[in-house]
């Protein structure tokens, strides 16, 4: 039996094992890291006439393999989970058919009826997150360009869309660092959010896609998305706002440029923004605002993942010197 922060996941454990083939038993649990909303752990999966050797491969065909099981445990997110979960199985059966390589559901207890929290198992994925500072980033950027266009290009029946989406601050929610030496820029900032959201043409949405969230293999020429996870945010809404979001981030992870770049590497990759500056220019700020003061929730898990530089300081110059090129290119 397991402890997870002082309590028991038996219960857990009896679900998951209930969804393996006859035969099949649950070897190894390791935890993953650079999770914020969600407790992340690998199941890896081994037939009952294994010599439990404990290395999962592929899913199925008599040998070990890996599944993934996401439980949210924090309160705010135990509440939530019911839409949460569904939403992201939901997803996982839509894209199952497509090219978009996520995870195929194996099971959901979105309530927690059988589990000690709400909990959803996928299979897992190849490839790692990678966010680190190298010389891959300016490749990493444009793929992650493509794939997000391409998860743009998903398409489906209105009656089957995601739900619309949701803005993740506003103008009296936006927090401005006590420290800053231009007061002014914000109140710019926070004064182009506070107009109604500008008209946009709607595309399915990730809605919380950035390096932390998608999986990659292989190094150099050979570098290649291998995985996009963590569907549970999934709307309906323009383009530009996934691609504020994903921008943000890498602003934070490797500086303004690399922020300011990701919009070009998409239209590059065949996707499409809107062509107003100032339209964009709203989407742009209504993510990065989100972050202010100092980023820490992405700190968090970018840190476990070795990140350690990334300091509330460093992160609080980043977002202020972003808001400033963007109101130099856009505005």
């Not at 397991?2 to 009896?14: C, K, V």
């Not at 949210?72 to 939901?90: C, Q, S, T």
């Not at 300011?260 to 209504?286: N, P, S, V």
């Amino acid at each position: 039996m397991i402890e997870d922060d002082g309590r028991q996941w038996a219960g857990t454990r009896r679900w998951v094992e209930g969804v393996l083939a006859p035969g099949e038993r649950i070897a190894r649990v390791r935890e993953l890291k650079g999770g914020w909303t969600s407790r992340m752990r690998r199941l890896d999966v081994e037939p009952a006439d294994s010599n439990g050797s404990g290395d999962g491969g592929n899913d199925g065909g008599g040998q070990g393999y890996a599944l993934v099981l996401r439980s949210f445990v924090k309160p705010f997110y135990r509440r939530h989970a019911p839409a949460l979960l569904a939403r992201e199985a939901g997803v996982l059966r839509l894209l199952e058919a497509g090219r978009i390589p996520a995870a195929r559901l194996r099971a959901v207890d979105a309530t927690g009826e059988h589990c000690e929290d709400p909990s959803l198992v996928m299979t897992h994925l190849p490839g790692s997150v990678r966010v680190h500072e190298d010389g891959d980033v300016p490749r990493r950027t444009a793929l992650l360009a493509q794939q997000l266009a391409a998860v743009h290009a998903v398409a489906m029946p209105e009656q089957e869309r995601p739900r619309a989406w949701q803005a993740w601050t506003s103008p009296e929610r936006v927090q401005v660092p006590a420290a800053t030496a231009r007061p002014r820029l914000w109140e710019r900032a926070v004064e182009v959010i506070g107009r109604q959201a500008p008209a946009h043409r709607g595309c399915f949405l990730h809605r919380d896609f950035h390096p932390g969230n998608v999986l990659f293999t292989g190094s150099g020429q050979q570098l290649a998305v291998s995985g996009v996870v963590d569907w549970v945010e999934t709307s309906w809404g323009p383009a530009d706002l996934d691609v504020a979001h994903c921008s943000t981030a890498l602003t934070l992870l490797h500086g303004v440029p690399a922020g300011m770049a990701f919009a070009d590497a998409y239209e590059q990759a065949g996707g499409t923004l809107t062509a107003d500056g100032g339209d964009h220019l709203y989407w742009r700020l209504l993510d990065a605002l989100a972050f202010a003061p100092d980023a820490e929730k992405v700190a968090v898990p970018w840190r476990e993942l070795g990140r350690t530089d990334l300091s509330a300081p460093v992160l609080t110059q980043r977002l202020e010197d972003y808001l400033q090129a963007l109101f130099e290119r856009y505005a």
